[in-house]
Protein backbone atom coordinates (compact mmCIF):
# COMPACT_ATOMS: atom_id res chain seq x y z
CA UNK A 1 0.00 0.00 0.00
CA UNK A 2 1.36 3.39 -1.10
CA UNK A 3 1.69 6.39 1.62
CA UNK A 4 -1.25 8.13 -0.41
CA UNK A 5 -3.72 5.35 0.08
CA UNK A 6 -2.39 4.68 3.32
CA UNK A 7 -3.21 8.64 3.97
CA UNK A 8 -7.10 8.43 2.58
CA UNK A 9 -7.56 4.48 4.05
CA UNK A 10 -7.04 5.93 7.83
CA UNK A 11 -8.92 9.27 6.94
CA UNK A 12 -12.01 9.83 9.05
CA UNK A 13 -13.55 12.13 6.32
CA UNK A 14 -16.25 11.23 4.18
CA UNK A 15 -14.91 12.89 0.78
CA UNK A 16 -11.28 12.11 1.52
CA UNK A 17 -9.14 11.06 -2.03
CA UNK A 18 -6.47 12.20 -4.36
CA UNK A 19 -7.60 16.07 -5.98
CA UNK A 20 -7.66 14.61 -9.03
CA UNK A 21 -10.85 12.09 -8.06
CA UNK A 22 -12.17 14.58 -5.62
CA UNK A 23 -15.81 14.40 -6.46
CA UNK A 24 -16.19 18.16 -4.59
CA UNK A 25 -13.81 19.76 -7.43
CA UNK A 26 -13.70 17.37 -10.45
CA UNK A 27 -17.59 17.28 -10.55
CA UNK A 28 -18.87 20.41 -9.36
CA UNK A 29 -22.22 21.01 -10.92
CA UNK A 30 -22.75 24.22 -12.77
CA UNK A 31 -26.25 25.65 -13.74
CA UNK A 32 -26.69 28.24 -16.96
CA UNK A 33 -29.27 30.53 -16.97
CA UNK A 34 -31.07 31.82 -20.02
CA UNK A 35 -28.63 35.41 -20.04
CA UNK A 36 -25.66 34.94 -21.01
CA UNK A 37 -23.84 38.03 -19.10
CA UNK A 38 -25.55 36.68 -16.29
CA UNK A 39 -23.82 33.32 -16.74
CA UNK A 40 -20.50 35.78 -16.87
CA UNK A 41 -21.13 37.73 -13.86
CA UNK A 42 -21.56 34.22 -12.00
CA UNK A 43 -19.21 32.39 -13.97
CA UNK A 44 -16.71 34.51 -16.50
CA UNK A 45 -18.16 32.67 -19.14
CA UNK A 46 -21.51 32.79 -21.36
CA UNK A 47 -22.30 29.38 -20.75
CA UNK A 48 -21.24 28.91 -17.24
CA UNK A 49 -23.77 29.52 -14.71
CA UNK A 50 -24.07 29.51 -10.67
CA UNK A 51 -22.43 26.47 -8.83
CA UNK A 52 -22.98 24.93 -4.90
CA UNK A 53 -22.13 27.59 -2.34
CA UNK A 54 -23.14 30.79 -1.23
CA UNK A 55 -24.17 33.54 -4.02
CA UNK A 56 -25.20 37.40 -1.98
CA UNK A 57 -27.09 39.62 -4.10
CA UNK A 58 -26.97 43.13 -2.06
CA UNK A 59 -27.88 46.18 -3.01
CA UNK A 60 -30.65 49.11 -1.94
CA UNK A 61 -34.54 48.28 -2.04
CA UNK A 62 -36.09 48.25 -5.62
CA UNK A 63 -32.88 47.12 -7.28
CA UNK A 64 -34.02 43.21 -8.54
CA UNK A 65 -32.38 41.59 -5.64
CA UNK A 66 -34.96 38.91 -5.56
CA UNK A 67 -35.85 39.14 -9.40
CA UNK A 68 -32.11 37.79 -10.21
CA UNK A 69 -32.54 35.39 -6.89
CA UNK A 70 -35.58 33.63 -8.73
CA UNK A 71 -33.82 33.73 -12.26
CA UNK A 72 -31.20 31.56 -10.30
CA UNK A 73 -34.03 29.48 -8.89
CA UNK A 74 -35.84 29.12 -12.53
CA UNK A 75 -32.54 28.06 -14.12
CA UNK A 76 -31.80 25.08 -11.43
CA UNK A 77 -35.28 23.41 -11.90
CA UNK A 78 -35.15 23.92 -15.94
CA UNK A 79 -32.17 21.79 -15.70
CA UNK A 80 -33.89 19.78 -12.36
CA UNK A 81 -37.67 19.05 -13.13
CA UNK A 82 -37.69 17.57 -10.01
CA UNK A 83 -35.61 19.55 -7.93
CA UNK A 84 -37.51 21.65 -4.70
CA UNK A 85 -36.45 25.43 -4.09
CA UNK A 86 -36.17 26.19 -0.20
CA UNK A 87 -37.41 29.45 0.36
CA UNK A 88 -36.70 31.30 3.89
CA UNK A 89 -38.66 34.49 3.74
CA UNK A 90 -38.01 37.22 5.90
CA UNK A 91 -40.04 40.05 4.34
CA UNK A 92 -42.56 38.58 2.92
CA UNK A 93 -42.70 41.29 -0.08
CA UNK A 94 -42.69 38.31 -3.02
CA UNK A 95 -46.62 37.43 -4.03
CA UNK A 96 -47.42 34.23 -5.64
CA UNK A 97 -47.41 35.34 -8.79
CA UNK A 98 -43.83 36.88 -8.77
CA UNK A 99 -42.76 32.80 -8.70
CA UNK A 100 -45.08 32.45 -11.79
CA UNK A 101 -43.45 35.12 -14.15
CA UNK A 102 -39.75 33.25 -13.98
CA UNK A 103 -42.21 30.13 -14.29
CA UNK A 104 -41.72 28.30 -10.91
CA UNK A 105 -43.93 26.37 -10.17
CA UNK A 106 -45.48 26.66 -6.44
CA UNK A 107 -45.61 23.25 -5.42
CA UNK A 108 -41.74 23.31 -6.21
CA UNK A 109 -41.59 25.47 -3.70
CA UNK A 110 -41.10 25.29 0.45
CA UNK A 111 -41.96 28.71 2.07
CA UNK A 112 -40.64 28.98 5.41
CA UNK A 113 -40.73 31.98 7.27
CA UNK A 114 -37.97 32.88 9.68
CA UNK A 115 -37.73 36.20 12.51
CA UNK A 116 -34.23 36.15 13.22
CA UNK A 117 -30.67 34.28 12.73
CA UNK A 118 -30.99 32.14 14.97
CA UNK A 119 -33.54 29.95 14.16
CA UNK A 120 -32.61 30.76 10.51
CA UNK A 121 -29.16 29.03 11.20
CA UNK A 122 -31.16 26.52 13.29
CA UNK A 123 -33.40 25.05 10.83
CA UNK A 124 -31.64 25.54 7.78
CA UNK A 125 -28.68 23.19 9.67
CA UNK A 126 -30.80 20.62 10.36
CA UNK A 127 -31.80 20.44 6.49
CA UNK A 128 -28.16 20.36 5.46
CA UNK A 129 -27.68 17.49 8.09
CA UNK A 130 -30.20 15.61 6.54
CA UNK A 131 -29.89 16.13 2.49
CA UNK A 132 -27.70 14.12 0.64
CA UNK A 133 -25.53 15.28 -2.46
CA UNK A 134 -28.31 13.48 -4.53
CA UNK A 135 -31.04 15.70 -3.58
CA UNK A 136 -31.45 18.34 -5.59
CA UNK A 137 -32.32 21.59 -3.68
CA UNK A 138 -31.60 25.17 -4.05
CA UNK A 139 -31.79 27.94 -1.39
CA UNK A 140 -32.82 31.49 -1.58
CA UNK A 141 -33.14 33.30 2.05
CA UNK A 142 -34.55 37.18 1.33
CA UNK A 143 -33.23 38.26 2.97
CA UNK A 144 -30.65 37.84 5.22
CA UNK A 145 -30.18 41.72 5.53
CA UNK A 146 -33.83 42.21 7.09
CA UNK A 147 -33.40 39.48 10.36
CA UNK A 148 -33.05 40.20 13.91
CA UNK A 149 -31.18 38.72 16.82
CA UNK A 150 -32.43 36.44 19.09
CA UNK A 151 -31.44 39.45 21.54
CA UNK A 152 -32.59 42.06 19.50
CA UNK A 153 -36.30 40.53 19.58
CA UNK A 154 -36.25 39.21 23.32
CA UNK A 155 -34.95 42.94 24.03
CA UNK A 156 -37.59 44.81 22.26
CA UNK A 157 -40.46 42.27 24.16
CA UNK A 158 -38.78 43.23 27.64
CA UNK A 159 -38.92 46.84 26.73
CA UNK A 160 -34.75 47.37 26.75
CA UNK A 161 -32.79 49.64 24.33
CA UNK A 162 -29.54 48.94 24.92
CA UNK A 163 -27.27 48.32 21.35
CA UNK A 164 -27.31 44.98 20.07
CA UNK A 165 -23.65 43.46 19.65
CA UNK A 166 -24.75 40.21 19.00
CA UNK A 167 -26.37 39.81 15.18
CA UNK A 168 -22.78 40.15 13.59
CA UNK A 169 -21.53 37.10 15.63
CA UNK A 170 -24.55 35.18 14.70
CA UNK A 171 -24.42 36.00 11.03
CA UNK A 172 -20.77 35.12 11.25
CA UNK A 173 -21.19 31.71 12.92
CA UNK A 174 -24.57 30.99 10.47
CA UNK A 175 -22.33 31.29 7.46
CA UNK A 176 -19.60 29.20 9.15
CA UNK A 177 -21.51 26.24 9.88
CA UNK A 178 -23.46 26.19 6.37
CA UNK A 179 -20.89 27.15 3.84
CA UNK A 180 -19.00 24.16 3.72
CA UNK A 181 -22.07 21.55 3.90
CA UNK A 182 -23.40 23.25 0.69
CA UNK A 183 -20.43 22.55 -1.19
CA UNK A 184 -19.91 18.94 0.28
CA UNK A 185 -23.72 18.32 -0.54
CA UNK A 186 -23.68 20.44 -4.30
CA UNK A 187 -26.33 23.17 -2.81
CA UNK A 188 -26.73 26.55 -4.41
CA UNK A 189 -28.06 29.15 -1.87
CA UNK A 190 -28.75 32.51 -3.08
CA UNK A 191 -28.56 35.17 -0.19
CA UNK A 192 -30.21 38.22 -0.03
CA UNK A 193 -28.69 41.15 1.63
CA UNK A 194 -28.51 44.91 2.08
CA UNK A 195 -25.89 47.56 1.78
CA UNK A 196 -25.14 50.81 3.31
CA UNK A 197 -22.87 53.59 2.32
CA UNK A 198 -19.68 53.78 4.37
CA UNK A 199 -18.36 57.18 5.53
CA UNK A 200 -16.26 59.64 3.85
CA UNK A 201 -15.44 61.96 0.93
CA UNK A 202 -15.96 59.22 -1.38
CA UNK A 203 -18.32 56.69 0.58
CA UNK A 204 -18.77 53.44 -1.26
CA UNK A 205 -21.20 50.61 -0.88
CA UNK A 206 -20.49 48.18 2.04
CA UNK A 207 -22.40 44.75 2.43
CA UNK A 208 -24.39 44.59 5.53
CA UNK A 209 -23.77 41.50 8.40
CA UNK A 210 -20.24 41.59 9.24
CA UNK A 211 -17.06 39.70 8.12
CA UNK A 212 -19.34 36.88 8.03
CA UNK A 213 -20.71 37.14 4.74
CA UNK A 214 -17.75 37.99 2.77
CA UNK A 215 -15.73 35.03 3.92
CA UNK A 216 -18.16 32.68 3.54
CA UNK A 217 -19.46 33.86 -0.26
CA UNK A 218 -17.98 32.68 -3.25
CA UNK A 219 -19.74 35.33 -5.30
CA UNK A 220 -20.83 38.95 -3.80
CA UNK A 221 -22.32 40.79 -6.09
CA UNK A 222 -23.55 44.96 -5.49
CA UNK A 223 -26.52 45.91 -7.41
CA UNK A 224 -26.75 49.48 -8.58
CA UNK A 225 -28.96 50.75 -11.46
CA UNK A 226 -30.09 53.69 -13.95
CA UNK A 227 -33.55 54.43 -15.27
CA UNK A 228 -34.24 53.23 -19.17
CA UNK A 229 -35.91 55.98 -20.28
CA UNK A 230 -38.07 57.01 -23.48
CA UNK A 231 -38.11 60.91 -23.73
CA UNK A 232 -39.30 61.27 -20.24
CA UNK A 233 -41.24 57.98 -19.49
CA UNK A 234 -39.42 55.52 -17.83
CA UNK A 235 -39.97 51.99 -19.73
CA UNK A 236 -37.65 50.25 -16.94
CA UNK A 237 -34.07 50.18 -15.39
CA UNK A 238 -30.39 49.05 -16.36
CA UNK A 239 -28.89 47.08 -13.75
CA UNK A 240 -25.56 46.99 -13.22
CA UNK A 241 -23.95 44.09 -11.41
CA UNK A 242 -20.56 45.08 -9.64
CA UNK A 243 -18.69 41.68 -8.96
CA UNK A 244 -17.54 42.60 -5.49
CA UNK A 245 -16.24 39.10 -4.42
CA UNK A 246 -15.90 36.35 -7.06
CA UNK A 247 -14.17 32.94 -6.72
CA UNK A 248 -13.71 32.80 -10.69
CA UNK A 249 -14.44 36.51 -12.07
CA UNK A 250 -12.32 39.46 -11.97
CA UNK A 251 -13.39 41.27 -8.59
CA UNK A 252 -15.06 45.26 -9.86
CA UNK A 253 -16.29 43.39 -12.92
CA UNK A 254 -19.78 44.98 -14.14
CA UNK A 255 -21.89 43.12 -15.75
CA UNK A 256 -24.89 45.90 -17.15
CA UNK A 257 -28.47 43.97 -17.34
CA UNK A 258 -31.56 45.94 -18.83
CA UNK A 259 -34.86 44.73 -17.57
CA UNK A 260 -38.08 46.49 -18.69
CA UNK A 261 -41.55 46.68 -17.81
CA UNK A 262 -43.20 45.42 -20.83
CA UNK A 263 -40.42 42.54 -21.71
CA UNK A 264 -38.93 41.74 -18.49
CA UNK A 265 -35.33 41.10 -18.67
CA UNK A 266 -33.34 41.67 -22.28
CA UNK A 267 -31.73 37.88 -22.67
CA UNK A 268 -28.65 39.64 -24.68
CA UNK A 269 -28.18 42.24 -21.93
CA UNK A 270 -24.72 44.13 -22.29
CA UNK A 271 -23.56 41.78 -25.42
CA UNK A 272 -23.57 45.05 -28.33
CA UNK A 273 -21.25 47.34 -25.76
CA UNK A 274 -18.65 44.16 -25.32
CA UNK A 275 -18.91 43.18 -29.08
CA UNK A 276 -17.66 46.78 -30.54
CA UNK A 277 -15.14 46.79 -27.81
CA UNK A 278 -13.76 43.35 -29.19
CA UNK A 279 -14.15 44.34 -32.92
CA UNK A 280 -16.68 41.84 -33.11
CA UNK A 281 -19.44 44.48 -33.94
CA UNK A 282 -18.63 47.81 -35.40
CA UNK A 283 -20.09 51.02 -36.01
CA UNK A 284 -19.87 51.97 -39.66
CA UNK A 285 -21.58 55.50 -39.01
CA UNK A 286 -23.40 57.20 -35.95
CA UNK A 287 -26.44 55.22 -34.50
CA UNK A 288 -25.52 52.12 -37.16
CA UNK A 289 -23.78 48.71 -35.99
CA UNK A 290 -22.69 46.14 -38.57
CA UNK A 291 -21.15 42.46 -37.87
CA UNK A 292 -17.54 41.89 -38.96
CA UNK A 293 -16.98 38.66 -40.80
CA UNK A 294 -13.75 37.41 -38.91
CA UNK A 295 -12.62 35.61 -41.84
CA UNK A 296 -12.85 38.13 -44.51
CA UNK A 297 -13.21 41.44 -42.29
CA UNK A 298 -16.65 42.04 -44.57
CA UNK A 299 -19.07 43.67 -42.81
CA UNK A 300 -22.90 42.95 -42.66
CA UNK A 301 -26.06 44.97 -43.34
CA UNK A 302 -26.37 47.62 -40.94
CA UNK A 303 -28.81 47.30 -37.90
CA UNK A 304 -30.03 49.93 -35.58
CA UNK A 305 -29.38 49.25 -32.12
CA UNK A 306 -32.99 48.49 -31.12
CA UNK A 307 -32.78 45.60 -33.90
CA UNK A 308 -29.36 43.90 -32.28
CA UNK A 309 -30.67 44.32 -28.06
CA UNK A 310 -33.01 41.96 -28.36
CA UNK A 311 -32.23 39.99 -31.65
CA UNK A 312 -30.74 35.98 -30.85
CA UNK A 313 -30.36 35.08 -34.66
CA UNK A 314 -28.02 38.25 -34.42
CA UNK A 315 -26.39 36.67 -31.12
CA UNK A 316 -26.57 33.62 -32.22
CA UNK A 317 -24.80 34.17 -35.71
CA UNK A 318 -21.89 36.44 -33.83
CA UNK A 319 -21.15 33.67 -31.92
CA UNK A 320 -21.49 30.41 -33.62
CA UNK A 321 -19.20 32.49 -36.50
CA UNK A 322 -16.61 34.23 -34.49
CA UNK A 323 -14.54 33.61 -30.97
CA UNK A 324 -16.52 36.55 -29.32
CA UNK A 325 -17.21 33.84 -26.29
CA UNK A 326 -13.12 32.91 -25.87
CA UNK A 327 -12.85 36.71 -26.16
CA UNK A 328 -15.00 37.69 -22.89
CA UNK A 329 -14.12 34.59 -20.93
CA UNK A 330 -10.71 36.29 -21.48
CA UNK A 331 -11.55 39.36 -20.35
CA UNK A 332 -13.29 38.29 -17.16
CA UNK A 333 -12.14 34.81 -15.87
CA UNK A 334 -9.74 34.86 -13.23
CA UNK A 335 -5.91 33.78 -15.05
CA UNK A 336 -4.96 30.09 -14.27
CA UNK A 337 -1.77 30.53 -15.44
CA UNK A 338 1.53 29.51 -13.08
CA UNK A 339 2.16 31.94 -10.43
CA UNK A 340 5.88 31.13 -9.91
CA UNK A 341 8.55 30.41 -12.33
CA UNK A 342 11.39 28.10 -11.59
CA UNK A 343 14.40 29.67 -13.51
CA UNK A 344 16.30 26.82 -12.48
CA UNK A 345 14.07 24.48 -14.29
CA UNK A 346 13.62 26.99 -17.46
CA UNK A 347 17.45 27.30 -17.82
CA UNK A 348 17.48 23.06 -17.51
CA UNK A 349 14.97 22.83 -20.07
CA UNK A 350 16.84 25.16 -22.51
CA UNK A 351 19.77 23.21 -22.46
Known amino acids: MSLRDKIIKNSTLDHTSLLEDSKIYSKKDMIPTQVPM ?44 DGVILFYDSEFGTPQNYFKTFNIPLDAVIHSPVTDVEELKHDLSVQLQQLSRDDKVFIVIDSIGNLASKKETDDAIEGKSVADMTRAKALKSFFRIVTAKLTLKDIPMVVINHTYKEIGLYPKDIVGGG ?3 YYGADNIWILGRQQDKDGTEIQGYHFVINVEKSR ?18 NKWSGMLDLAVEGGFVVKPKNGWYAKVDSVTGELSKNYRASEINDNSDFWKDVLSTTDFASWIKNKYTLSTGEMFHDENEKEHNAT
Open 38 to 81: INVALSGSLDGGITPGVTMLAGPSKHFKTGFALLLASAFLRKYK
Open 248 to 265: YVREKSKIPITVSFEGGI
Open 211 to 213: TGS
